[in-house]
Nanobody, 125 residues
Framework: QVHLVESGGGSVQAGGSLKLSCEAS????????MGWFRQAPGKEREVVARIYSAGDSTFYDDSVKGRFTISQDNAKNMVYLEMNSLKPEDTAMYYC??????????????????WGQGTQVTVSS
């Protein structure tokens, strides 16, 4: 059973930084991709950043490009999201997600099978 646990959320002022961590366990095979999603009240869950386990290719939503960085430590089964220059509109519950299927992209919340419980990020102006 795949298990994902996020940590690192909190409350910061605009312009501040936070680093989210996601610890993965229970893999029976190699994961294909992992992603960070967020969901604000009344809004749909959206992908923020994603990374492929092989090759470290990364992708970002336009709203966070240049401010957020996704990274991974495969030896520790950890994925991170470093968030800088935070804005009030970044306020949301942030979720770690993963997929082990070959060809998966971790870009569509409706298709990603494994999720963490979420960690809240609140940015005040």
């Amino acid at each position: 059973q795949v298990h994902l646990v996020e940590s690192g959320g909190g409350s910061v002022q605009a312009g501040g930084s936070l680093k989210l961590s996601c610890e993965a366990s229970g893999w029976t095979g190699r994961r294909n991709c992992m992603g960070w999603f967020r969901q604000a009240p009344g809004k749909e869950r959206e992908v923020v950043a994603r990374i492929y386990s092989a090759g470290d290719s990364t992708f970002y939503d336009d709203s966070v490009k240049g401010r957020f960085t996704i990274s991974q430590d495969n030896a520790k089964n950890m994925v991170y999201l470093e968030m800088n220059s935070l804005k009030p509109e970044d306020t949301a519950m942030y979720y770690c997600a993963a997929d082990v299927r070959s060809g998966s992209t971790c870009s569509d919340s409706r298709k990603v099978p494994y999720w963490g419980q979420g960690t809240q990020v609140t940015v005040s102006s």
